[in-house]
Nanobody
């Protein structure tokens, strides 16, 4: 399984970016998918995730109302639309996926099996 993330870059506060993550070797339609980020000097945190146990979509409180996760089954690609970006959104963003059918994004027991290389998002004026 390979995940290739792209779409990062430099954006001004209030701006938007859309991250993409193309998957090969696994069908995203049947997998849990998620986006995570790691800011300099901080631990990795979950941004958004779609579970397979109940199909629910979850967002970190810090991005609710601003970010949106989606998937294009025909392209086997997941996206993260990021609007109203803030300087504190600056981080390396990672896409991840897991094939387990009982994956629950809200349960810390479940850790994504497959990870892509990160893409850097910098929000600065």
């Amino acid at each position: 399984v390979q995940l290739q993330a792209s779409g990062g870059g430099l954006v001004q506060p209030g701006g938007s970016l859309r991250l993409s993550c193309v998957a090969s070797g696994l069908t995203l339609r049947y997998a849990a998918i998620g986006w995570f980020r790691q800011a300099p000097g901080k631990e990795r945190e979950g941004v958004s995730c779609i579970s397979t146990n109940d199909g629910s979509t979850n967002y970190a409180d810090s991005v609710k109302g601003r970010f949106s996760i989606s998937r294009d089954d025909a392209k086997n690609t997941m996206y993260l639309q990021m609007n109203s970006l803030k300087p504190e959104d600056t981080a390396v963003y990672f896409c991840a996926t897991d094939p387990r059918h009982d994956f629950d994004c809200r349960d810390p027991y479940y850790i994504m099996k497959h990870w892509g290389k990160g893409t850097l998002v910098t929000v600065s004026s």
